[in-house]
C-alpha cells in the first residue's frame, strides 16, 4: 500500500501527506521541498517537546538546516493569541525571514496555533505539519484550518493557511494515552460513516487490532481516514459547503463538550453527537434500525461512550443554538443517509434535536 497521499488545491499540487513508522523520510522530503538552506523553527508544546523533541531535532540538523525551537505550555486553554504573541516575539529575536519555515510538532491544539503564526507572521511564512495524536493525524493537520480560541470562543480567530508538508509518524502514538487513542478513534469513525461504508465494514471487521494498536493495521486505518479528509477538503477547501459534512457528530457534541465544562474529551464527546446524530437520521427515517444500533455499539469496544449521565437536555440545546453554526436560528444539522453516506440537513426541528439528545442521556434519576 501506498504511505503518500498528495492534496491538491484547485486542481494543483499543494502538499503531501507521508505515512510513516519513523522519521527516516523526513529529511528527504524536506530538503526536496527547499533545496537551498533555511532555518526551520520547531514549535511544540510542554507535553511533547520532552518526550519527542531531541529526536526530532537530531533528525532535522542532519539536513545542514539551522534548526532553533520554541515550546509553549500544552494545552487547549493556551491556544490563545498570548501564545502566538510570544512566537512572533521568538522569531523577530531569531531574525527568522520569509524564507524560513515552522514545524509544529505536537497535537492539533500545537498544530492550530503554528499554522496560525506561520499564517500571519511576515504575511505568511511555510509551516510543517508533524502531528502527534491520532486526532491531529487523522483531522486536525489535513486541511489548512488555523486558528486559536478567543476570550473562551473555540476556534474564533483564525485563517486558512496550507501546511507545505505533513509528516505522520505513528511512533507518536506509543506515548499518548489509551483515552487520546481513542478519543482520536471518534474522528476516524466520523470519516467512514460520512463517505466511506467500505471503511465502516472494515473498522468493524479489524476492531481488535484497532484496539491492540496492530501496526500495519493502524497505518491503514490513518492512511483511509485521512483520505477521505483530503477528498473533502480538496472539493471544498474553504468549507462552503461538502466539507460541513466534517461536523458529523459535532453540533451536539460540541454543546455537550461545552456543558460538561471540558471534563469529557472532544472524541468522546464527537462519540456522543455521532450517536445522536445517527438517532436523528433514524427518527427521519433515513436508516434503519439495525444500522442505527450498530453505529451505537461500534463506539462501545474503543471506550467512547454512547450515553451521558448528569446533563440537561433543554440547555445542551441552547447551548448548542447559540454555537456560531445557527445562523438565523437554524442550526444546519449533518445527518446520515446511510453509514458511508452524510449530507446536510436543514430541516431538524428543536423537537428532534432534544430527541437526539435524550437518545444519549442515561438518566440516573429516570427511574426514581
Ligand atoms: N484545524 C483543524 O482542522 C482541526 C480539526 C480538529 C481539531 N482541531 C483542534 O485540535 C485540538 C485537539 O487536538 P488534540 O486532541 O491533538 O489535542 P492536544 O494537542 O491538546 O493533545 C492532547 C494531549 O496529548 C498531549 N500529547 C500530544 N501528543 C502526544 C504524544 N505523542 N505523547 C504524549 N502526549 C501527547 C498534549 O500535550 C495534550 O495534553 C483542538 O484545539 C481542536 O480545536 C483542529
Ligand atoms: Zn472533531
Request: charged share 30%.
Amino acid at each position: 500500500m501506498s504511505n503518500r497521499l498528495m492534496v491538491k488545491l484547485n486542481k494543483k499540487p499543494c502538499y503531501d501527506i507521508l505515512i510513516e513508522n519513523d522519521l527516516s523520510a523526513l529529511n528527504n522530503e524536506i530538503t526536496n521541498l527547499y533545496p537551498e538552506k533555511r532555518k526551520l523553527c520547531i514549535i511544540s508544546e510542554s507535553n511533547v517537546f520532552p518526550l519527542w523533541g531531541e529526536k526530532v531535532i537530531n533528525t532535522l540538523k542532519e539536513t545542514g538546516f539551522e534548526v532553533l525551537h520554541y515550546e509553549f505550555k500544552a494545552g487547549e486553554e493556551n491556544k490563545t493569541l498570548a501564545t502566538v504573541n510570544k512566537i512572533y516575539e521568538f522569531l523577530i529575536k531569531e531574525h527568522f525571514e520569509r524564507r524560513d519555515v515552522l514545524v509544529a510538532l505536537g497535537g492539533g491544539v500545537c498544530g492550530d496555533i503554528t499554522g496560525y503564526a506561520a499564517a500571519t507572521y511576515l504575511r505568511g511564512i511555510d509551516f510543517i505539519q508533524i502531528p502527534t495524536t491520532l486526532l491531529s493525524f487523522v483531522d486536525s493537520s489535513v486541511g489548512g484550518k488555523t486558528g486559536v480560541d478567543y476570550k473562551g470562543y473555540k476556534n474564533m480567530v483564525g485563517a486558512f493557511k496550507m501546511p507545505r508538508l505533513v509528516y505522520i509518524d505513528t511512533e507518536f502514538l506509543n506515548t499518548i494515552s489509551d483515552r487520546m487513542y481513542y478519543s482520536g478513534f471518534a474522528e476516524v469513525m466520523k470519516a467512514a460513516l460520512i463517505k466511506d461504508g467500505e471503511f465502516y465494514e472494515w473498522l468493524i471487521s479489524n476492531m481488535y487490532e484497532i484496539c491492540e494498536k496492530d501496526k500495519d493495521v493502524v497505518s491503514e486505518m490513518i492512511f483511509r481516514s485521512v483520505d477521505i479528509k483530503r477528498q473533502v477538503v480538496e472539493k471544498d477547501p474553504f468549507e462552503k459547503d461538502e466539507r460541513r459534512l466534517l461536523n458529523f457528530g459535532h453540533t451536539i457534541g460540541h454543546a455537550i463538550e461545552k456543558y460538561k465544562k471540558y471534563t469529557l474529551s472532544h472524541g468522546e464527546c464527537v462519540a456522543l453527537g455521532c450517536v445522536a446524530a445517527s438517532y436523528i437520521s433514524l427518527k427521519k427515517g433515513f436508516i434503519t434500525n439495525d444500522e442505527h444500533y450498530e453505529i451505537r455499539d461500534m463506539f462501545v469496544p474503543f471506550n467512547l461512550p454512547i450515553t451521558v449521565s448528569d446533563i440537561e437536555p433543554k440547555k445542551i440545546l441552547k447551548i448548542l443554538k447559540s454555537d456560531k453554526k445557527a445562523k438565523n436560528g437554524i442550526v444546519s444539522f449533518v445527518l446520515l443517509k446511510k453509514p458511508g453516506k452524510a449530507f446536510v440537513c436543514d430541516e431538524v426541528s428543536d423537537k428532534e434535536i432534544l430527541e437526539g439528545i435524550n437518545a444519549v442521556f442515561f438518566d440516573i434519576n429516570a427511574n426514581d
